[in-house]
């Protein structure tokens, strides 16, 4: 797996946090959005991190474009956050 796109984190206040995170993004299809959500959204990426990572909500911006945090999962080694796209001003 390629951890080749760059994400930093935005809280709920919206203040720009100053760590850079290697991620793994790829998008969602309708089956893994309904396993997942139990819907369907134009939009939605599954964000994979090397490490554990404790976030649960806020946004985060994926080399230049801006994302909502909707779920995360981790395990004992890391995580997974969930995230549709967001087209408001951050």
Do not use: C, H, W
């Not at 850079?20 to 959204?41: C, D, E, W």
């Not at 554990?52 to 080399?63: P, Q």
Request: avoid cysteine; charge should be positive; glycine fraction near 8%.
């Amino acid at each position: 797996m390629r951890y080749n796109k760059r994400l930093q984190f935005i809280d709920d206040k919206l203040v720009e946090q100053t760590d850079v995170y290697p991620v793994n993004v790829t998008s969602m299809g309708i089956k893994a959005q309904n396993l997942v959500f139990g819907s369907f959204k134009q939009g939605r990426i599954a964000v994979r991190f090397q490490n554990k990572v404790n976030v649960r909500s806020g946004y985060m911006i994926i080399d230049g474009d801006n994302f909502k945090i909707e779920n995360s999962t981790n395990t004992d080694r890391a995580s997974t956050i969930y995230g549709v796209e967001y087209r408001g001003r951050l």
